[in-house]
């Protein structure tokens, strides 16, 4: 089955720097990638996601890269606030309706 | 539109009771997923349902662990009888059907403490 590793582990960065998370997968049939945001105590929150049609996809102060040769794809932050600390998972999956394998998290920390 | 909702929020029981929680997906949602999240690690897919029927139960422990969605509406997860390590959140989650690929939500979750 599918098996998604996640690093760091933990990230400290200042405020205004950027922020880059890394995950790779196991499984090649694996073609969506979302990336997911969970504050303290919340539930987790879609803030990002790429197929696997595309490269890199961009939303405002959030990017996602993909390679699929090497199987592994990056979370980019630009610009990190406050708010932005909190955990981040990335998952994978083989299509619509089937199950997503999660990545251990981040907890990413954003120091004012 | 109304989220996915869960209850209880709380739960603490003994080792060896039972417990059950409840989802109630976003509505015209055919997929739902019931999660478990041990707190430090990312959620774990206990078991998936397209409508009524189950579609991946392979990391269940089915030998106390039970879930349904009869009617494929609401659903509940059933843990009989509960162990320490079964302390975790319980995330259910819901999304629609179709070719195209969906994005999940999430419901608040169950926080489980087995003592």
């Known amino acids: 089955g599918e098996n998604v590793e996640q690093h760091p582990s933990t990230l400290s960065v200042q405020e205004g720097d950027s922020a880059v998370i890394k995950c790779t997968y196991s499984?090649?049939?694996?073609?969506?990638f979302p990336w997911y945001k969970q504050e303290l105590g919340k539930r987790p929150q879609l803030i990002i996601d790429?197929?696997?049609?595309?490269g890199e996809k961009k939303d405002q102060r959030i990017a996602v890269t993909l390679n699929k040769t090497a199987k592994h794809f990056s979370l980019h932050i630009t610009e990190t606030q406050p708010e932005d600390s909190a955990v981040y998972f990335c998952?994978?999956?083989?299509?619509?309706?089937?199950?997503?394998?999660f990545g251990p998290g981040t907890r990413l920390s954003v120091l004012p | 539109e109304a989220g996915v909702a869960q209850s209880p929020r709380y739960k603490i029981i003994e080792k060896r009771q039972s417990v059950a929680f409840w989802c109630n997906p976003i509505?015209?949602?055919?997929?739902l997923y019931w999660y478990q999240q041990i707190l430090g690690q990312g959620p774990k897919l206990l078991i998936q349902?397209?409508?009524?029927?189950?579609?991946?139960d392979s990391q269940l422990p089915k030998d106390r662990f039970s879930a349904e969605r009869l009617k494929g509406v609401d659903s509940t997860l059933k843990i009989q009888p509960a162990k320490l390590e079964d302390s975790a959140v319980y995330l259910c989650?819901?999304?629609?059907?179709?070719?195209?690929?969906?994005?999940?939500?999430f419901g608040p979750g169950t926080r489980l403490t087995v003592l």
């Open positions: 349902f397209q409508n009524n029927g189950v579609v991946d």
């Open positions: 790429i197929r696997s049609n595309v």
């Open positions: 509505s015209g949602h055919a997929t």
């Open positions: 989650a819901s999304s629609r059907q179709g070719r195209t690929y969906n994005e999940q939500f």
């Open positions: 998952a994978a999956s083989g299509g619509a309706g089937q199950n997503f394998v």
């Open positions: 499984d090649s049939a694996s073609n969506y």
